[in-house]
């Protein structure tokens, strides 16, 4: 019995510890080589981040996304959570009023309602992605900081939306990281 359950042992390593690790792996980099390592996105010729993992910006030249709800710090990949915070929670309305203090502060002249995903964060904290009506609650603070007409920034938005997903699941987005790097090429 020792010696079939030895056997056993070695062949279910081999497949389940090498071989099919191996075979995801390989397929995963022949079918999908962009999501496999990581879905990258390149700026300038280097490294700016991931299409997968939101990054915070706080300057009024740059679209911002949604709060981060990680920590130590805000956009920390290694502590992907929500903030299991509930509405009655004191914490969360003290969250969203101080993120609804810094939108006004960066545009005081916007007296527009701020759409929902500019103030809380997403279930794990790092959503990449903000909705059409928060970039266009944005659009004018981004084209006066920068200097541009906000037709041209507004094209570069509705440039960068994304569809729904096979054309019916989730919502339509804007990924905030390829958005910001598309700025940086407007100059």
Known sequence: MLRQALSLLAAFTLITGIAYPLAVTGL???LF??????SLILGNGRLA????IGQPFDDPRYFWGRPSATAPFPG???ASAGSNLG????????RVEARLAALRRADPGNNRPVPVDLVTASASGLDPHISPAAA?????RVARARGL???R???LVSAHTEGRTFGLLGEPRINVLRLNLALEEMR
């Open 136 to 140: 266009d609650y944005q659009l004018g």
């Open 87 to 94: 509405q009655a929670n004191p914490v969360l309305r003290e």
């Open 33 to 38: 080589p962009v999501q496999a390592n990581g």
């Open 49 to 52: 981040g991931s299409a997968l």
């Open 76 to 78: 920390n990949a290694a």
């Open 153 to 155: 920034v507004r094209a």
């Open 149 to 151: 007409e906000e037709a």
């Open 28 to 30: 995963a980099q022949a």
